[in-house]
């Protein structure tokens, strides 16, 4: 998946407050190449839904995949494409996150009063996130013998590059109807596979 397609099946991207009796959008980017409101109703059962702190969550519903993270009362969430990977949508939470701190804590100081109307011009920032986001994963190829074939998996660069971090790193990759459990070592070399029993 190059930029452009991974840019052109991202749908959109909110970010929004909590308040007394639900959340107040910050930023509500709709990708402007696509039309329709894919996944708008989706958001409003999250934005309703209990949600547990610091924890990506994914939602995947037909040709849709959404991805959400809720941190200090900020809640943001990325809609994209049933084909596009969960580790591609949670790359781009977590560089939003950098960034939005960033711009809300540049605009406070700036403006003092009423800058949250200005929260929108994050939109741009919104755009080159996704188109640069590809920097921010890695493509990681193996094979998997419960289905005999070759698999390729998109792994987020923080799960690795991160403090702390105990190798070999795991990644579960569910695919047609099972999953593997891919071990990584720091170079994202695939160091073992096994196939897993998960249940839902
Ligand atoms: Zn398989």
Not at 103 to 120: R, T
């Amino acid at each position: 998946m190059n930029s452009e397609k991974i840019y052109s099946s991202i749908f959109f991207l909110n970010i929004s407050k909590k308040i007394q009796n639900g959340y107040e959008d910050y930023v509500s980017w709709k990708n402007p190449e696509l039309s329709g409101q894919k996944g708008f109703l989706d958001l409003i059962i999250i934005k309703n839904m209990q949600k547990m702190p610091g924890v990506f969550n994914h939602l995947h519903k037909g040709d849709l995949k959404i991805c959400f993270y809720l941190e200090n009362d900020i809640l943001y969430t990325v809609c994209g494409s049933g084909e596009i990977q969960f580790q591609i949508l949670e790359a781009i939470i977590e560089d939003v996150i950098i960034q939005f701190k960033l711009f809300y804590q540049q605009l406070k100081e700036n403006y003092k009063l009423a800058f949250e109307g200005l929260l929108d011009g994050f939109k741009t920032q919104i755009v080159e996130i996704i188109k640069n986001i590809a920097t921010k994963v890695k493509l990681v190829h193996c094979f998997c013998s419960a289905c005999n074939t070759n698999i390729s998996l998109y792994v987020k660069k923080s799960l690795i590059e991160a403090n702390n971090v105990q190798f070999p790193v795991s990644i579960a990759y569910i695919h047609n109807g099972h999953a593997s459990l891919v071990y990584l070592d720091r170079n994202f070399y695939v160091r073992g596979i096994e196939i897993i029993n998960i249940t839902e």
